[in-house]
């Protein structure tokens, strides 16, 4: 995810984990998935869920992450934005670059 200048990576890549419902979510599960430490990750998902981002629910010693409706709406968002943001930089790599005009004689 490389030239995002309005996202924080890890942060981003712990919201787009949590799009996929095909596994259970924990904060080292996240932790692990977006390659960043677990006390970050778990003071991340402490704003989301201040913030309505996410739900958490206790099971044991083990503590389940879930995004809200509002959580989904965001992730979503946060992926169009990320793939259109990654086809313009793709379009500004393929460009032609502007030659140097050649010295007057």
Request: aromatic content about 4%; some cysteine.
């Amino acid at each position: 995810m490389k030239g995002l200048l309005l996202f924080k990576d890890k942060h981003l890549k712990i919201l787009l984990a949590l799009r996929d419902t095909s596994q259970s979510w924990h904060i080292t599960s996240l932790a692990k998935a977006s390659n960043t430490t677990y006390v970050h990750t778990c003071n991340f998902l402490v704003a989301c869920e201040q913030l309505g981002i996410t739900s958490s629910e206790k099971h044991g010693k083990i503590k389940l992450i879930k995004l809200t409706d509002k959580g989904i709406k965001l992730a979503e968002m946060l992926s169009n934005a990320y793939a259109m943001m990654t086809v313009m930089e793709k379009e500004v790599e393929l460009a032609p670059k502007p030659q140097p005009e050649p010295p007057a004689k």
